[in-house]
């Protein structure tokens, strides 16, 4: 998924990897027009007018229902030109009949051999992006809010996503069943696609509605070229308010828009008892099933129920180093009941985080909107779980622990649009189990000052009781104890300058159980700013230079944290990209104010279409909060990912982190994360994964008894094949593996598991 993320740093991150481009090719139009101080032009406005015959999915637009289909051409290369005339032509079309939307598009390349389509994933954006693709937004109520979001490779694969321009939530964890197919051909190729009417939602009227669309096609080659339909200005922040309007449907409905999803899961986990001499323990076989529930009460109302839910993770977390660490590690959510409708949920203070539901039973969640002319929305989600997890957030560090007791999770959210593009919303987030409870409450606000600035603000509060064994156990206050926390920020991003100031105040008590904010205690101002320079041709494509400063007291008034800095980060030919990050900071840890200098540099580069070459680095002075005191560190991580023919892919990658202390080793860690699939085809996949821990202490650096070594191995194999998002068949079996300075490397435990979902859309 893609988490909500703000400001001008979320602009940076999504530009930075643009670079430029050779001048237009000779022949083609001239209309666009660019420079960064150029206003664009309108987009143009189309009519769309039902099919007259039928179509078939087949990547090959010969069927006598694309007959007057106008089409759309993407006259507008956004990236790395800006508004300029593309370097190669493209052209969409859009049609109808009573039960689904038809797309097609045609791209022609002047070099069809050179076309980058490979088999991958559905979902797996990280392969899509850097393949031959088209992009299009859909805008059903055309309020230039959200968007449905469909990208289509040129061999037909699929990804589907939701766009919420105002948090700038992309959500690719929405799944929609669609069909799609790709061809290539002498001229370049063809993808066409069938979106049923029942998988959107829009306005129920027998009126001739308009709908927003944008059309995107991806180019990449030397850099990644971007091409539109709709002229994009980059001083304004709202992408669908930019988008082509296409008027003509009518006599469309989204039907009953019922879906059930049942779902059969077994899996057996054998344990080595006692380790590391016993036996593997043979497990119980456990099959369970499960059912979902998907029902669209009305195009703006959809009610999502499971029953004994298969919550299995397919997919593995990507590993991290918990060494030398203060704070609780973040794990993004992958769980498909709780992605849906994500970004509804979604505020500056992360106050809900769905994996706090660590072992559910059952859920219930309605979404939607109500009120005149669809501005309110609303969400409300319900989890009962067999397993209370716990963080106790502190200025200098956080804990946890887990209750074995039910616990009952409540979620309500409420928000009103305003204007083009700002809203106000209020949040509610309880969670209760036996002598435990926590909630909160608070409002929260987006107002889009102009197309290049706007402000955030949320205020929250919370109301907290812990068991008397947590109490004690954990130093937590006694009794039913209160806190606050409140957020200000404003942001400013344009075709040339950046910049944002933000205030977060977190008091000593506040806790968001049902969310994830592990460090409170805290009174924080921050700032940054830089420039943006751009070029169509040349050695570079893009250069962001700025500067940054962060200042935190605690709540005694403090100095807890400070640092300034600069950074610098490049995007040029061959797709390349790199960064230059240098922080001074001044950080206290245990009553002691630490001064430290630290260099964080990175470089990545596509050299062909199949490799890309990447590594992270970081230099400098650090904190030993294990020993609390200054050292130095080093840590570098070189990365490979390859592709080869149409269907395998390898990505690599080896994380070697040490600190040292007045020139003596403390620590070494490596952490080694290799991932091999084969794609037969876009729907049957085989994958591993291979997961390598260890880290090497020297006793003698430390104020405490350590393992001198320890070892880690986690691997995982699958079986994928998808129909769609929901009819899919996993076979998978995985194990870990731990070892010492006195055990190599001994299994652990090993799973067996298997998964059978069926879509069932009556």
Known sequence: ????????????????????????????????????DARPTAAPAFSVT??????????????PGWQNAVPIPLDWEWTPGDNTVPPVRSACHVTFDDDNLYLGC??????????????????NTSRLVRDDHFNVLIDPFNDQRRAFQFRISALGGQADALLSTAEGFEDFSWDAIWSSAG????EGYVVEAAIPFRSLRFPRTDAVQTWGFIFERSWPRNVRHRMQSAPRDRRNTCLLCEANKLTGFQGITPGRNLEFGPTLTADRTDVRTPFPSGPMVGGDATPEFGMDLRWGISPNLSLNATANPDFSQVEADAAQLEVNTRFALFFPEKRPFFLEGADLFSTPLQAVFTRT???????????????????????????????????????????????????YTAVGRLRRDIGQSSYVGALYTGRFGDGYGNQVAG??????????????????????????????????PAGTFTGSAVLLSYNYFSARWFGGVDYTDLSPRFRADVGFIPRVDTRSIGANGGRIFRQQRGWYNQIFLGGFYNRTHDHGGGLTDESFGWFGNYSGPLQSSGGLHYTHSRTRFLDRLYDLDQLHASASIQPTGSLVIGVSSSFGETIDFTNARASNQVSVRPSVRLSLGRGLGVDLSHLVQRLSHEGDEVFTANLFQSRVLYQFSMRTMVRGILQYRSVDRNPAKYSRPVNRFEEGLFGQFLFSYKVNPQTVLFLGYSENDSGNQAVDLTRVNRTFFAKVGYAWRP
């Open 1 to 36: 998924m893609s988490r909500s993320r703000s400001g001008p740093l979320l602009a940076l991150s999504l530009l930075l990897a643009f670079p430029s481009v050779p001048g237009p090719l000779a022949g083609q139009s001239t209309s666009a027009v660019s420079g960064a």
């Open 443 to 476: 409002f929260d606000s987006f107002h889009q000052l102009t197309r290049s600035s706007s402000v955030r603000a949320q205020v929250l509060g919370s109301m907290t009781e812990y068991p008397a064994a947590v109490r004690t156990g954990f130093g937590q």
């Open 50 to 63: 039902r099919a007259p015959g039928s179509i078939r999915i087949d990547g090959v637009m010969d069927d």
């Open 183 to 186: 061809r290539l051909d002498t």
């Open 106 to 123: 045609r791209a022609w390349d002047p070099d069809p051999g050179a076309i980058r389509a490979r088999y991958f994933d559905r979902d």
């Open 357 to 407: 539901v660590a072992d559910p039973t059952a859920g219930l969640k309605l979404s939607g909107k109500v009120g005149a002319g669809s501005r309110t929305g609303f969400g409300v989600f319900a989890a009962r779980d067999e397993l209370t997890n716990l963080l106790f957030p502190a200025n200098q560090g956080s804990g946890s622990t887990s209750l074995d007791q039910d616990s």
